[in-house]
């Protein structure tokens, strides 16, 4: 199993900035995709952030440009810088991991989801 540790939520004034961070151990295999999701009170989980292990990046339009997700590959650890915070951006955050685990012949896929950080903005 893939366990999932994040930190870096809190309380921020709009225009201010935040960095969320989520690493990930256990039985890790190959991590594919590593990436952030949010969610508002009574709205649905959203993608934020999604990066390869090649290194590409994916970002919702509602952040591009203030947000910026990178990843430490010998660490198993993603981070979300987050600028000029909006009261919008106010959500749980939440990490995932997607990769592989082996055990020759066999290879199994595993999507696994971090507890969440509260991230509150102040207007």
């Known amino acids: 199993q893939v366990q999932l540790v994040e930190s870096g939520g809190g309380l921020v004034q709009a225009g201010g900035s935040l960095t969320l961070s989520c690493a990930a151990s256990?039985?890790?295999?190959?991590?594919?995709?590593m990436g952030w999701y949010r969610q508002a009170p009574g709205k649905q989980r959203e993608l934020v952030a999604t990066m390869t292990s090649g290194g590409s990046t994916n970002y919702a339009d509602s952040v591009k440009g203030r947000f910026t997700i990178s990843r430490d590959n010998a660490k198993n650890t993603v981070y979300l810088q987050m600028n000029s915070l909006k009261p919008e951006d106010e959500a749980v955050y939440y990490c995932?991991?997607?990769?592989?685990?082996?055990?020759?012949?066999?290879?199994?896929?595993?999507?696994?989801w971090g507890q969440g950080t509260q991230v509150t903005v102040s207007s």
């Open positions: 256990g039985t890790i295999g190959s991590i594919n995709v």
């Open positions: 995932n991991v997607q990769g592989t685990t082996y055990r020759l012949p066999f290879a199994r896929g595993y999507d696994s």
